[in-house]
T-cell receptor, first 114, second 111 residues
C-alpha cells in the first residue's frame, strides 16, 4: 500500500481567510513533504519534515505554516494568501534510510484564492 | 542551473507503438532516478525507478535505461496505450537530499 491521502480535494478561499490542508499516510514513512504545483510544471518543494521535525523550508512565505502533529499527519495552515498562490498543493512521503528514496504523492488539494 | 532536463515538452505516438521519453542530467552524484506520470489535477504517480549502479530496470510495459557516461536516461513504454497519455516527469536524487525534477514531457498516445 503506497497511499497518501489529502483533504480537502478542492478549496476556495478569500485573501483574508484562514484554512488548513491535511495529509495522512499510514506507511510508516518518517519523511513527509509539501509541494506546490502549477499546471504541467514540475512540483516545487516547499517544506520537508523528517521524524516530525522541520528539516527544510524552501524560503516559503510565512502565510504558509506547516505542522507535523505525529508521524502519520502533516498539515499546511494557510492565512492571508494571494491569488498567485492558487495551485495544486501536494503532499508526499517516503521511507527513510536506504539509497533509493522514492517519494509517494497524494492526489493533491486544488486551491483557488480569490 | 537546471540539473535535470527534459528537452521535449511534448511527444505524440500512435497506439501500439513505442514511446521513448528522454531525460538528461548534469550532476554525476545522483544516486537514483525516478519516473512519475501525472494526469491533470492529480498528484504524480510513481512509475519506475533505477539506481545509479544499474543500467536497466523493467516493470511490465515500462523500461528505464540509464547511460551514466552520457548522463542520460530514457523511459520506454511498449506498447503505448491511450491511457498512457499524461505528463511524465523524470526526477533525480542524492541520498538524504532533495528530489530534482525535470520540466516534464507531455505524451499523447493516439488511437
Amino acid at each position: 500500500d503506497t497511499e497518501v491521502t489529502q483533504t480537502p480535494k478542492h478549496l476556495v478561499m478569500g485573501m483574508t481567510n484562514k484554512k488548513s490542508l491535511k495529509c495522512e499516510q499510514h506507511m510508516g514513512h518518517r519523511a513527509m513533504y509539501w509541494y506546490k504545483q502549477k499546471a504541467k510544471k514540475p512540483p516545487e518543494l516547499m517544506f520537508v519534515y523528517s521524524y516530525e521535525k522541520l528539516s527544510i523550508n524552501e524560503s516559503v512565505p510565512s502565510r504558509f505554516s506547516p505542522e507535523c502533529p505525529n508521524s502519520s499527519l502533516l498539515n499546511l495552515h494557510l492565512h492571508a494568501l494571494q491569488p498567485e498562490d492558487s495551485a495544486l498543493y501536494l503532499c508526499a512521503s517516503r521511507v527513510t534510510g536506504g539509497i533509493q528514496e522514492t517519494q509517494y504523492f497524494g492526489p493533491g488539494t486544488r486551491l483557488l484564492v480569490l | 542551473d537546471q540539473q535535470v532536463k527534459q528537452n521535449s515538452p511534448s511527444l505524440s505516438v500512435q497506439e501500439g507503438r513505442i514511446s521513448i521519453l528522454n531525460c538528461d542530467y548534469t550532476n554525476s552524484m545522483f544516486d537514483y532516478f525516478l519516473w512519475y506520470k501525472k494526469y491533470p489535477a492529480e498528484g504524480p504517480t510513481f512509475l519506475i525507478s533505477i539506481s545509479s549502479i544499474k543500467d536497466k530496470n523493467e516493470d511490465g510495459r515500462f523500461t528505464v535505461f540509464l547511460n551514466k557516461s552520457a548522463k542520460h536516461l530514457s523511459l520506454h513504454i511498449v506498447p503505448s496505450q491511450p491511457g498512457d497519455s499524461a505528463v511524465y516527469f523524470c526526477a533525480a536524487g542524492i541520498q538524504g537530499g532533495k528530489l530534482i525534477f525535470g520540466q516534464g514531457t507531455e505524451l499523447s498516445v493516439k488511437p
